[in-house]
């Protein structure tokens, strides 16, 4: 278990996913970590779960051995304005903001303490998040301590920071693709003969299973997939028809759509 406060500051979707995953693997004390958000209200649900949830964000930042800044971009620099003067000077400061790097972020808080960008999916919040990280102005033991923290919330890998942007879309957006997939593998699971729910139970654990085979196995997609193709078989006969329709270009496009929209943005 994680000692020390915990403060998340932003708590939308994804600050109280990582909120819910820290409680949910048992990682850190409930009443350990603090989340804020202007419609307090909205966190009741973690405040069941024994977080400490508020409005007041120098409440939550004063004494917290991590800080994640959950807010909007366009929030940042309000944001750290106001906590800014109650950060500790050892804090590690964590933040979930595309497009703000972390000069700017160190910059933003003075200078003098750990930062990091963070990119975990909503995944998080049940221990399964693909997160990317890129530190500076740390030291060897704060980013053990940050990926020991990551690591109790799935899978971990530092990166260079040029590479946020795409960990972004490969990551965090590309977990909604992920889904849409099931959605629309449950749906001809519908026109074929199953009920809703069992064509999502099947699609969903098919999905599952075949993330299974490259994370343990070790193997390649194109591997796997020559094991259920057979000369004339039903399995390429789909695959040959989803690709005419344009499967994998629709996918990497939907995907450089994203990046595209993130470099643009931050120009």
Excluded at 153 to 163: A, D, N, R, Y
Excluded at 183 to 194: C, D, S, Y
Aim: charged fraction near 20%.
């Amino acid at each position: 278990m994680i000692d020390g406060k915990i403060a998340i500051v932003g708590g939308g979707n994804l600050g109280s996913a990582i909120a819910k995953g820290l409680v949910f693997t048992q990682s850190v004390k409930p009443e350990s970590i603090w989340v804020t958000r202007r419609r307090a209200q909205l966190l009741s649900g973690l405040t069941q779960l024994g977080v400490t949830t508020g409005a007041d964000n120098l409440a939550a930042v004063k004494d917290a051995q991590i800080i994640f800044l959950a807010v909007k971009p366009y929030q940042m620099r309000e944001v750290i304005s106001e906590i800014e003067p109650v950060i500790a000077s050892d804090a590690i400061i964590i933040s979930l903001a595309t497009g703000i790097d972390n000069r700017t972020l160190l910059e933003l808080t003075g200078g003098r303490n750990a930062v990091y960008r963070a990119m975990p999916n909503t995944a998080v919040a049940i221990g399964q998040s693909m997160t990317c990280l890129s530190g500076l102005n740390a030291s060897a033991q704060q980013d053990e301590k940050v990926k020991v923290l990551f690591e109790k919330l799935g899978s971990v890998l530092f990166i260079p920071e040029e590479l946020m942007a795409g960990a972004t879309v490969l990551a965090a957006c590309g977990i909604a693709f992920a889904l849409r997939f099931i959605r629309a593998a449950t749906q001809g699971g519908i026109e074929i003969g199953f009920g809703s729910e069992l064509a999502l139970k099947i699609a969903s654990q098919t999905v599952k299973g075949a993330a299974h085979l490259i994370i343990e196995g070790g193997t390649h997609p194109e591997a796997e997939i020559d094991k259920v193709t057979t000369p004339r078989g039903i399995t390429i006969s789909g695959l040959n028809e989803m690709e005419h329709q344009g499967f994998s270009s629709s996918l990497i496009k939907g995907l450089m759509t994203s990046f595209q929209k993130i470099e643009n943005s931050s120009k």
